[in-house]
T-cell receptor, first 112, second 118 residues
């Protein structure tokens, strides 16, 4: 079955620095990848997604990188702000065709 | 444009009671997904429904749990005879189409129902 993991459970960065959150997945057939942000007491909020035919995609202050060779996904946040403090989840398409498999999450703490 | 609406936000039940969690998808969305999240864990898929059809319930426990998405009204996740281990946050998500279709679309989540079983 699919396993999705994140390399670090917590990440502390200073305001203004860049943040990088990593995610490894195991199913080489996965073809759709999403990053979500979850603030306390709220549901996951879509940040950015990428399909397997791409290796990089940029949004506003965020970049997702996909390395299919090593089955690794990363989220880069530029000029991190206090409002970026949250838990970040990667979600990966699975075998079922309907379910997304979520990692356990990385808690990002932005200090002033 | 309202997002995915879940209610109640918090639900407390005693062991053995029934819990009913409701989810109204985003306007124009006909696909609903239920996920469960334990403390400090990621979300685990439970069930995927379209109107009046259960498409995939592979993540749903075989007993006590059921889900429906009627032609009219919200999707309901029902847990009968709740036990302490059912305490979790239950999230509903919706999409305009199958999230794994030829045009992948991200799931939009509600803010969840936090079930506490005492």
């Amino acid at each position: 079955g699919e396993s999705v993991g994140l390399h670090l459970p917590t990440l502390s960065v200073q305001e203004g620095d860049n943040s990088i959150i990593n995610c490894a997945y195991s199913n080489s057939a996965s073809d759709y990848f999403i990053w979500y942000k979850q603030e306390s007491g709220k549901g996951p909020q879509f940040i950015i997604d990428i399909r397997s035919n791409m290796d990089k995609r940029q949004g506003q202050r965020v970049t997702v990188l996909l390395n299919k060779t090593v089955k690794h996904l990363s989220l880069q946040i530029a000029a991190t702000q206090p409002g970026d403090s949250a838990v970040y989840f990667c979600a990966v398409s699975g075998d079922s065709g309907y379910a997304l498999n979520f990692g356990k999450g990385t808690s990002l703490l932005v200090t002033p | 444009n309202a997002g995915v609406m879940q209610n109640p936000r918090h639900l407390v039940r005693r062991r053995g009671q029934e819990a009913r969690l409701r989810c109204s998808p985003m306007k124009g969305h006909s696909h609903v997904y239920w996920y469960r999240q334990l403390p400090e864990e990621g979300l685990k898929f439970m069930v995927y429904l379209q109107k009046e059809n259960i498409i995939d319930e592979s993540g749903m426990p075989k007993e006590r749990f059921s889900a429906e998405f009627p032609k009219e009204g919200p999707s309901i996740l029902r847990i009968q005879q709740v036990v302490r281990g059912d305490s979790a946050a239950y999230f509903c998500a919706s999409s305009p189409r199958d999230s794994q279709g030829s045009n992948n679309s991200p799931l939009h989540f509600g803010n969840g129902t936090r079930l506490t079983v005492t």
